[in-house]
Every structure is written in structure tokens, then in C-alpha cells.
């Protein structure tokens, strides 16, 4: 009884601090526009069994994508085995989801075979980091914080899958030679408890109640501490996929507010009748954090900073100082930084700093070639370009800030209908003289 | 050889005559003024007649989609021409528009129909590679004498559009020696044109992505170097100057290939 109050209490306190720190998270979502409304939902269930569960865009790089289809398909199966125990902690059951047969054999032999698989992937992803020099990982953003914050999730994972296959083969060995019955198949496990032949039944015992409370304890502890770090993706990446952009790539958002205005301009009486005299004046594109729509900004929070975006932008790979997962890692920084204070004072509030300039210069923003490599490559179908266009919409239209080619170019549109100084009455010199050949 | 003179047919005059051509065919800027990029609109226009396809040009009617002003962030200017242009277009009962470029492509395709422009939008190489299924347009490999060919995928054809296969189905028709790219696909490396870059300097790096492109094209051998795309066709021949390989290696648009290879 004892034991399942202290599990209890430690599982309300689990409980009590995670939902503490995704309300602080979740409330900024208030501040954020709108972007799309989620409808097809039959299409975006299929899009998140394809893109998530199936892992496609993480094996356009098939190699190191294979080792993390890993970590997730066994984080799917091992979860069963979490949520069994939970409820064995809480009712002092043992193995209570075993009346599900062989549903129960299933996940319990599964999440023992990849218990070592995600240790192994886990551990060639160690050694990627610390011994290989992988582009990605590196760059102006991946400040020593992200390094730490990578290595210590990384351990944690380890250290969880060490502790599960440890619970396991203090369970078969115990069983085993107490003559009981085994509830689960565990073939990895029962090969481990065979290495141990002159452990008594009493060690094995201990060797399996230690570890129940160590990975137990070690999933609360990781389920905390996940929101604080880049590996929220845990959470956030199969919803994110879910709630994708449905559009092509190619497609850019449309401005609605500015299409009220052109029409006034070309249609004065027509639009006017349309557009509620209360409309609020709102700021043209995204100058800071919470100018970003609800996407971008649940985008920030899903990015796990892999860098694959980085490491396919042509801008990036050329030297320019653009990188798509600074631009996401900026967007949610800045949220954090400055997020409260508007929940606390309003909109209104100003501390003299944001995202552009302070934390996205026009550099980074200008150097785009939208090409959607990046949008392309992300996992979790991370929409880099939109939010890089949208700041570029604050800059031109709010401070009339471009380049200087691009306000010729702006001049050049508006005065000939082309982007390069032309007369329209030159546009059909290419079809002077022509003809072909008949046979 | 015979030769036939060649009218291109302008919207406004068909239309004094009382005529409806099937599709408008959409020129875009680079094919009305830049040099090298009219020689690729003069092949495709060749194809249309070759194939006696019924279509028209709005010649000085036509003006900017809007595309470079939307990407570099003017929206509102966008909209401005986005809506004259789709006032024309209806004014001229349009219903199915084929364009080279794949900027136009992409914005008539996937954006005007936000402004309720909505047009059967068809990319050059969608609507040749149809002729080429049916038959009626006869392509084949000896005419070009089996050249290598790789083919740069542009952004807004490929990734914007997930157009990859009929390029290749049309290449691979023309040539035994069709050869990809490392980075090919929806992997291929943008030509550094897209997003108002085209006609702006790079911000300041260490290369220009049109030479890492070129690159990548230079790496396969291949003694032609394929685009579908006016502003890849100004990076990688560029690219090709820079790397004095102009010489050795062509910059050809698919078009141009194809009225190669009809002997127009």
C-alpha cells in the first residue's frame, strides 16, 4: 500500500509540473493569427500515418534515417509497456494489461527486442555527435546550451532503455527460477537472464524492482524535462504533421486584409460595402513573435534543430548567413523572451526588441531564394519559407525596406509590367521573323 | 527544305475577328525581353505550329504576373497586377493557359484561384509530353545522336509543383545519354534565381549557388545541360561562362531540344 501512495504522489507531481509547463507553452498560442483552418481531416490522419508513423521524410536520408525510424517505432511499442506499469504502480497489480493475451506477448517481446535497437541507435547517434564532424550540428545557432540539451536527452533515452532491459531480465530471471509463471514474452531478455546462471531468485527480484523504479522514474524526470528542450519534438512532431500546410510548396499564403484594400483601390464602392467599418488595423507581415501565425509558431516549438533544412538551403551552403532552423529556433525564443509580458501587459507592450533585427537580421531574410529545399526536407513538415516571406512582407510593406535592385524591380512592375526596364510595347519583338522548317 | 512563314496569333486581334483560340499561351517577361531566353519562346512557338495547335499570345496586353513582387514580400503589389491580369484574362474568356515559365506556372496555378482566377493551368512540358502519349508528336532518339543530357529541375516545377517526371520521360525520349545529377529531384539544388533573387546581387557568402549548381551539372559529363526555367537558364549559363566550359557544354531549354530534334 505503501509503495502505491509514493507512486501515486510521484505520479500526481509528474502530472501537476508537466501540465504547469505546457499551459506557460500552450497560452502563447492567444497571441498568435490565424493561419489555415484544419479541415480534411481524413487527409491529414493519412499524412500523419505516412509522414509520422511511417517516417518517409526521414529516410531521404536512408541511413541515419533507418536508426531513427528505430527510435520511434520503439518508443511506439515500449509506450504499452509504460502505461502498464503506471497502472500497476498505482493499483499493485503485476502486469496488469495481461489479460489482453497475446496483444500483451506482443508489445511486452517487441519493446524488449527494441529496447536494445534504440539503445544501438541511440548510441551511434552519441558517437555522431561527439566524434564525427556532421555539418548540421554545428553553425552560428547551436549555441552550447543545444549541444548539452542534445547530450543529455540522448543519455536520458540511453539510460531508459538500459533500465527497461534490466526490469525485464530481473523479471524473466525471477520468475524463472521461482517456478511462476511469465506474463509477456521477452526473447532478448530471457538470453540476458541466461548470462546471469548463479543469481538467486531473491536478486534477480531486486534487480527488476530497482529498475521498475528507475525507468519509471527515469520516464517522469524525461517527460519533464522535454518541454524545456529542443526534444519537445517528442510531443510536438506527430501533431505538427498532422496540422501541415495541405497546400503544393509553391503555394504562398494569401493576404486577405491587402486584397480588401487592392479592391478599394480598383473597386472603391464595391469593396467598401464589404469590409466591417471596426475592422481592426492590423500589422502587415511578421516583425515579431507575435505577428507569426499559430504554425509557424507551433512549427518553432516542434523543431528538434536537426539541421537537415540547413544542410539542404543553397544559401546556407554558400556561405550566406540565412538558415532555416535559426529562423525556426529564433521564432520560438523570442516567444519565450517576450511572450509573457504581452499575456501580462497587453499587446501593446514594447521592451525595444524584436524578432526582426534582434534575433532575424534582413541579411538572413533577403538571402532566400525560396526554393523550399528546406520545407522539402523537414521530417516534420516545418514550413521554413512561409514565415521567412512574411517577415519579408513587415519589411517591404510596413517600413518600405527592400534591397535597392528589388525596389527598381517594384518600380519596373508597377510602371512597365515587368521586372527589367522594358517598354510593353516591346513584347512581342521575339516573334519577328519567324518560321519553320516543313518536310 | 521548305520553309513556312510563322504568324504568332495575338489574343486582341483574334478576337476583333470573332475567334476563340483553346488556350492562351502565357510568353512571361523573360520571354518577351531577355535575349537568350525569346530564342526558347521562338522553339516552343515553332512546336505549336508544328503540331497546329490552336492558342494566342497577349502580346503588349501582357504584363507581370506579379510573381517577383509577391516572393520579395509586395503583396500588395502583387494583388494589383495578379487582379488586372485576371480581369483580362476573363475579359478574354480564357479557360486553359500554358506557360513556359514555371514561376507563372506556379502563381496562376496555385494562387490566383485565392483571387477567383481560376484557369486550367498547364506547364509546357505536362502539355508536350500529352502530345508525345498520343502519338502526334513524334520524337526520337537517334535525332539528336544519343548526346548526354542531364536536366536541372527547377524549384517551382519540382518541389513547388512535384513536376519531375515528364522533363525526364521527354529527355530520356530524345537521348540514350540522359544522365542525373547527384542532387536530382526533389533533392536538386535551387539555381540561387528564385525569391526576387534573379535580379538582385547575392547577400554576402563564400560562392553563388549558381556555380555550385553548375557544378553539379558539370560533374555528370553530359554536353548538355538541360533547363525548363528562364532564370535557371540565365544562372547556369552564367555558371557555364564563369567555369569557361560555354564552349564545351550547352545550356538548352527541353523545347529548344525537341524543335532540335523535329528538325523545325
Known sequence: MTRQIIFAITLLI???????????????????????????????????????????????????GFAH???????????FGSIEMVIDGLTGTEKALKFLGPVHDFFMASGDIFALLVAASIIIFMIRRLFFHIRRFEGTEMKKRSHIDAAAALSLILLLMISLLAMNTGYVGWKTIAGEKIYGLYPLSRVLAGLFPDMSSGNFSIMHQISWWTHILL?????????????????MSVPNVFLSRLEPLGKL???????REVRLMLDHDAALA????????????VKDAEDANWKSYFDSLSCTECGRCTSVCPANLTGKKLSPRKVMMDLRARMKEKGPSVLKYGRDFNDNRSLLRDFISEEELWACTTCNACAKE?????????????????????????PGELKAVFNNIENNGAPWQYSAEDRLNWAKDLEININ | MATRKIEVPVMSDLFARGERPEFLFWVGCAGAFDDRYKKVVRAFVKILAHLDVSYAVLGKEETCTGDPARRAGNEMLYQMQALQVIRLLKAYDVKKIITICPHCFNIFKNEYPDLDGNFEVINYLQFLERFIEE??????????NNISVTYHDPCYLGRANDIYQEPRSILKRLTGGFVEMHRNRSFALCCGAGG??????????????????????????ASVIATACPFCMTMLTDGLKYKNKENDVKNLDIAELIAQSLGL
Open chain 1, 69 to 79: 525510424a528505430l527510435v520511434f517505432w520503439g518508443f511506439c511499442v515500449i509506450i
Open chain 1, 219 to 235: 520516464i517522469f524526470i524525461f517527460a519533464n524535462y522535454l518541454p524545456y528542450s529542443k526534444h519537445f519534438h517528442v510531443f
Open chain 1, 253 to 259: 499564403t494569401n493576404m486577405d486584409n491587402i486584397t
Open chain 1, 274 to 285: 464589404a469590409v466591417p467599418a471596426d475592422a481592426p488595423v492590423e500589422r502587415f507581415g
Open chain 2, 196 to 221: 526576387g533573387q534573379m535580379f538582385k546581387e547575392a547577400e554576402k557568402g563564400d560562392k553563388e549557388i549558381f556555380i555550385e549548381r553548375t557544378e553539379d551539372a558539370l560533374k555528370t559529363e
Open chain 1, 14 to 64: 509528474t502530472f501537476v509540473v508537466f501540465f504547469y509547463t505546457i499551459n506557460r507553452i500552450v497560452r502563447y498560442f492567444r497571441l498568435t493569427r490565424p493561419a489555415f483552418p484544419v479541415r480534411n481531416l481524413w487527409k491529414r490522419f493519412g499524412l500523419m500515418m505516412k509522414v509520422a508513423f511511417g517516417q518517409t521524410k526521414i529516410f531521404r536520408r536512408p541511413v541515419i
Open chain 2, 135 to 144: 502519338g502526334k508528336l513524334k520524337i526520337d532518339q537517334a535525332s539528336l
Open chain 1, 378 to 402: 523537414c521530417p516534420i513538415n516545418i514550413n521554413h519559407p512561409s514565415l521567412i516571406v512574411d517577415m519579408r512582407r513587415y519589411l517591404v510593406m510596413e517600413e518600405a525596406s527592400a
